[in-house]
């Protein structure tokens, strides 16, 4: 049985492209495509079966991911999510997996490791891939520095 994937982006070429992509892989089959994270959740309560995947871009208008992501969680628990953008800022990865993502892709990413990466999100529910576990572990860098700090200060008072 192939996995079923859903696929959010406000750019329709990348949106196709992305599609198509997908479609040629042995496993997997598109089963829902939105502009916007509105147009998503419309869809998604339309269908007999929900995908079991949905990348989802970041920025999008009209419900942007993070938005889109929060609600999928909620109405969808079963549906993993994926943030897929050409962004790779603190703020953009923090946003998406608070809303609930279980990775955090790149557009740029070579067409293997988006297959890699969507196995692996259906095998073990996530995926950490190179650029996520760097902000990861700078961000925990970031922690333990400024916990340090307020330790430091509490000494002093």
Excluded: W
């Excluded at 998604?44 to 995947?53: F, N, Q, V, Y």
């Excluded at 609600?71 to 628990?77: D, R, S, W």
């Excluded at 079963?78 to 955090?104: F, N, P, Q, W």
């Amino acid at each position: 049985m192939k996995i079923k994937i859903g696929i959010a982006d406000d750019q329709q070429l990348f949106l196709r492209s992305l599609s198509n992509l997908i479609n040629s892989f042995k496993d997997f089959e598109v089963v829902v495509e939105a502009l916007n994270g509105e147009e998503l959740l419309k869809q998604l309560g339309m269908l007999k079966t929900l995908p079991d995947i949905i990348l989802v871009d970041v920025q999008m208008p009209v419900m942007d991911g993070p938005s889109t992501v929060a609600k999928i969680t909620v109405a969808y628990p079963s549906v993993r999510t994926v943030a897929l953008s050409m962004k790779e800022d603190d703020h953009s990865i923090l946003s998406m997996l608070r809303a609930g993502c279980s990775a955090y892709l790149l557009k740029d990413l070579h067409p293997r490791e988006l297959e890699k990466a969507l196995i692996e999100v259906q095998e073990t529910g996530y995926f950490n891939s190179d650029t996520f576990n760097m902000h990861y572990r700078r961000l925990l860098r970031k922690m333990k520095v400024k916990k340090l700090n307020l330790a430091t200060a509490k000494k002093h008072f």
